[in-house]
């Protein structure tokens, strides 16, 4: 997920001063890190496997159909996107994940020509478009389609708490009368105070990817859904993606696969001051490049960013101190996302373009900050790469959930979806973008 500068500082704030004190400790830390640690395992020996055979394979493309979904909820804000607009998205996708230096951005932050990045055998091909006149249709008609017991499985998804009590993890019998009470109170709501009040404060996104996903999604685990959405309803947030263990049979968001992008990130995009969809004075020159897609779609291919920190809530550990952060071990450390670093340490304003080549956030450890990967939170005149370990994680992704297209379950595959889903948990979620785009659900419902 992509934030604005600001929230993004305001985030390791929270993440450096509230969630880190003996106050609110986290119950299920070595129950996630247990998992990382599989999870990690499971890679290896993935990687492993594929380095036997890798010299015989041709390199085939992989290539992945994308539909685009527009909410236009205000045709006077530009908030409507026509084709042009979108084919030229796809190309930024295409340039980007076949490694060519970005034709449409030829110079970066400096002004110097981009320089090539590694292919990835990933290609995109724009295969069709929806246009909504209302932000919110159908998520009426979907949340009468959600049983209990899905939306029950969402709930012990987003508080493992409960989960751990009621199956017997946590030892502990006041734990597991609190949560069986807790349980009941949510079966005795409706199923829209189920959805858009309770779950919806604990992860506003993933609930809208499941209301979304079951009424427009098109396609298959292997099918790219960009539902693009007004900076009205995304106000502090570029873009929100799911990560590809969802999208499997069982799993609590099977529906919920694909990216949640914000207007004003879409290439070209120049609002004036006071547009929902202007993010000028937030962003570092994403408006104009288009590169919120190319960091959301790795998410969908599983990445995470280089500074991702596992267990920093309970621990206050940094990315310095816990190095399977992104389980990629060609990311050098980093201790905090680059957005962070310029505006805490170098002092810039939020909207002025920042790329601090030779910043090393983890002085003792190998290797300094990548902050032209696009995993980052760099200026996207800036970012223009992935790394090795990178492709080779978003190809054994690809294998693992959406290349045979069943979205099914194997026990190898659980192990590494479950540790991946223990690190996505941690990841902050914009307060303002959920009490906003929820105060409009509930408005139109």
Not at 109 to 114: E, I, K, L, R
Not at 174 to 196: I, W
Not at 396 to 411: K, P
Request: aromatic share 8%.
């Amino acid at each position: 997920m992509k934030l604005y500068a600001r929230a993004a500082l305001h985030t390791a704030s929270l993440l450096a001063f509230s969630r880190h004190t003996a106050a609110s400790p986290n119950p299920t830390a070595l129950f996630r890190n247990d998992l990382a640690q599989k999870s990690n395992q499971d890679f290896m020996a993935w990687k492993h496997r594929r380095a036997e055979d890798e010299a015989e394979k041709s390199a085939t493309a992989t290539v992945v159909d994308v539909y685009y979904h527009v909410f236009i909820s205000n045709i006077t804000n530009g908030d409507d996107v026509d084709d042009s607009i979108l084919e030229k998205q796809t190309a930024i996708l295409n340039e980007a994940y076949s490694g060519k230096a970005s034709t449409f951005n030829p110079t970066d932050c400096d002004g110097n020509p981009t320089p090539d990045g590694i292919d990835t055998s990933f290609r995109f091909r724009f295969a069709g478009v929806t246009r909504n006149e209302d932000s919110v249709a159908g998520v009426k008609e979907a949340i009468d389609s959600v049983t209990e017991d899905e939306a029950v499985a969402i709930l012990l998804q987003e508080d493992p708490a409960i989960f751990k009590a009621l199956q017997g993890l946590h030892g502990n019998q006041t734990l597991f009368d609190e949560a069986e009470t807790k349980l009941e109170a949510f079966k005795n709501m409706t199923r829209q105070d189920q959805l858009l009040n309770f779950l919806g404060e604990l992860n506003v996104f993933r609930v809208l990817f499941t209301l979304y996903g079951r009424t427009q999604r098109v396609g298959d685990c292997s099918t790219l859904n960009v539902w693009v959405v007004s900076g009205e309803a995304m106000p502090s947030t570029y873009g929100v993606a799911a990560k590809p263990h969802w999208c499997r049979e069982g799993d609590a968001y099977q529906y919920a696969d694909g990216v949640l992008l914000n207007r004003g990130a879409l290439p070209d995009s120049n609002f004036p001051a006071g547009n929902p969809n202007d993010l000028s004075n937030y962003a570092y020159d994403v408006a104009s490049r288009g590169d919120t897609l190319v960091h959301e779609v790795g998410h969908w291919l599983n990445l995470e960013h280089p500074d991702s920190v596992i267990d920093s809530p309970s621990t206050g550990r940094t990315g310095c101190d816990y190095l399977t952060g992104d389980y990629v071990t060609d990311t050098p450390a980093s201790g905090m996302g680059t957005s962070t670093y310029c505006v805490a340490v170098l002092g810039l304003a939020p909207n002025e373009p920042c790329c601090p080549k030779g910043a090393d956030t983890c002085p003792h450890l190998e290797g300094e900050d990548d902050v032209t990967n696009f995993m980052s939170y760099s200026s996207d005149c800036c970012t223009n790469s992935f790394t090795e370990g990178q492709i080779l994680r978003m190809k054994h992704s690809w294998e693992a959930y959406r290349g045979n297209n069943t979205g099914e379950s194997t026990a190898e595959n659980d192990d590494l979806a479950k540790g991946t889903a223990s690190a996505a948990q941690l990841k902050s979620i914009s307060t303002c973008a959920s009490v906003v785009l929820f105060a409009l659900l509930l408005n139109a419902l």
